[in-house]
Structure formats: structure tokens, C-alpha cells
């Protein structure tokens, strides 16, 4: 295999690992933003279950300061029925305090079905906590595992780099018409340099005219004359 070769090679295979880690670590932002967003659904949860206890207890106290008021009622309308001289007023008085009494406990029935309801909601706000404090131990440790990938990836792209920085700086003194071709193919979907398989180019598999196979087979740097990948030989 010819020197040329061997250093694209290795550019080649630094570059090709880069940019798959490249393409991770792209990633990585949203897969933190969607991590964070099942956190966000459950705070919402919280915060609806809240407010409907709030509105519960609300609607609780407004019922019993009714029931205070009719009980007032009653008793202002006891102490009056008792100076009644009428009987027809004194019977009337006494259908308002029934009345008044029926009011009360209609409203009493009523607030049982708010405490019932109150009790449900104060169920789910609880289980939606614990909820809550589960999937957030499960989201730091998912972040963070995220942001350890993230520098382990950061730190083996740059070793990459690194790692290829001398065999780009002999391929630019020694073969500097490649320079171009790769750094322009790199750029693309797959491999720039390919094998040749048989008399066809190893990347978009088309034949190769006889000169192009001729001088990959003497190891001269040619390109696929379809696709214009680089292209080199080797004797299986
Ligand atoms: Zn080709």
C-alpha cells in the first residue's frame, strides 16, 4: 500500500469517527430539552391539582359562612317568634325557620361532596408529587449522564483531531493535489478514499475506465471517474 494511501487512511478514519461523534453530541441539546420537558408535564400536574384544592377549600368556606348566615337567620327569627302574638304570623315565621333549616342542610350535603371531592384532589396532588420526586432523581442522573458523554466526546474529538494532524500535514507536502479533493469530500456522505473492488470503484460501485484502474493499480492518487471519490488498489 502506498504511503499516500496509509495517510489518508488515517486522516480518513479520525475524520469519519469526529463526525460520527460530531453528530451525538448534536444531539445531546434536545435529548436534555426532552429529559426536562416530562419534568415540566409533571410540574403542571402539580400545579392544577393546587389550584383545584385552593378552588375546594375556597368553595368549602363559602359554604360555610352560608350555613353561619342561615344559622344567624334561624336564630334571629326564634327570638322574634317567641314576641308573636299572631298566630297566623307566628305559624309563617315558623315555615321561614323550616325553610331556613332545609337551606342548611342542602348546603351541608353539598359541602360533604366538596370535602369528598377536596379528598380526591389532596390524592392526586400527593401521588403526582411522589411522582414528581422519582422522575427527578431519574432526570439528574439522565442529565448527567448526558453531560459526562458530552465531555467524553468533546475530549475524543479533540485526541482525533489531534491524532491526525500529522498525517494532514504529510499528505500536504507530499501529495498536495489530494489535499483539496479530500477536504472537499469529507464534507459529504461517506468515505472520501474507496477501494476498488474488481474494475468498479468501491463507493458508487460503477465501472472504472481501464486508465483510471491502471493508475490505481501503479498507486498513483486518481479519482472515481462517476462519483469522484478518491480511489485507490489492493490486491485481496
Ligand atoms: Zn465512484
Known amino acids: 500500500m502506498k504511503q499516500w494511501v496509509k495517510d489518508v487512511l488515517e486522516i480518513?478514519?479520525?475524520d469519519m469517527r469526529t463526525k460520527r461523534m460530531n453528530a451525538r453530541l448534536k444531539n445531546i441539546p434536545s435529548e436534555k430539552k426532552d429529559i426536562l420537558s416530562s419534568l415540566t408535564g409533571e410540574q403542571g400536574k402539580i400545579k392544577k391539582y393546587k389550584d383545584q384544592i385552593l378552588a375546594s377549600e375556597r368553595e368549602i368556606k363559602a359554604i360555610e359562612s352560608k350555613i353561619a348566615e342561615f344559622n344567624s337567620k334561624i336564630e334571629d327569627m326564634n327570638k322574634k317568634s317567641a314576641m308573636i302574638k299572631k298566630n297566623e304570623e307566628y305559624k309563617a315565621m315558623l315555615t321561614e325557620i323550616a325553610k331556613a333549616k332545609f337551606a342548611i342542610s342542602s348546603f351541608e350535603t353539598s359541602q360533604l361532596q366538596v370535602y369528598e371531592k377536596l379528598e380526591a384532589e389532596k390524592k392526586d396532588f400527593?401521588?403526582?408529587?411522589?411522582t414528581i420526586k422519582n422522575i427527578q432523581g431519574e432526570i439528574e442522573a439522565s442529565i448527567n449522564e448526558l453531560d459526562e458523554l458530552e465531555k467524553l466526546l468533546q475530549k475524543e474529538i479533540?485526541?482525533?483531531?489531534e491524532k491526525r494532524k500529522p498525517f494532514l500535514e504529510k499528505l500536504e507536502k507530499s501529495y498536495p493535489e489530494i489535499f483539496p479533493i479530500y477536504t472537499r469530500l469529507i464534507k459529504k456522505d461517506g468515505e472520501p478514499?474507496?477501494?476498488t473492488r474488481n474494475?468498479?470503484?468501491g463507493f458508487c460501485h460503477l465501472k472504472l475506465i481501464p486508465q483510471t484502474l491502471n493508475d490505481a493499480k501503479k498507486g498513483v492518487p486518481v479519482t472515481c471517474d462517476?462519483?469522484?471519490?478518491?480511489?485507490?488498489?489492493?490486491e485481496d
Not at 126 to 130: C, G, L
Open 12 to 14: 480518513q478514519t479520525a
Open 126 to 130: 400527593q401521588s403526582a408529587e411522589k
Open 158 to 161: 479533540n485526541e482525533a483531531l
Open 193 to 195: 478514499l474507496a477501494k
Open 199 to 201: 474494475v468498479n470503484c
Open 226 to 234: 462517476s462519483c469522484g471519490h478518491l480511489i485507490y488498489y489492493q
